[in-house]
């Protein structure tokens, strides 16, 4: 199993329609990769433009290669991508312990 954090910031004020974009691209995009296991999403207390998508991918390359090489990755972000403020940043961790 391998996790996907993105450290995504979005404009000021669009939490909502941010969150309900979120909920969109996850049920019709995401969540129909093949490899993928599931995602969770936080918001900020502190920066509440500030989100962490948290998705956990079968491999690396479900991630890298399936899901960003494929159709639905253009989809993902024709539905959300409006709203970042910046380029997410993306990292990928594995279990160490």
Known sequence: MILEIADI???PGQQAAFEAA???GIDSALSQAEG???AQVVRGIES???YLL???WQSLEAHTQGFRGGPLFPKWRAIV???FAQPPQVEHF???V
């Open 9 to 11: 910031r979005i404009q």
């Open 22 to 24: 979120l909920r969109e």
């Open 36 to 38: 993928f296991i599931s």
């Open 48 to 50: 509440p433009e500030r």
């Open 54 to 56: 948290r998705v956990e």
């Open 81 to 83: 991508g409006g709203f």
């Open 94 to 96: 594995e279990l160490a």
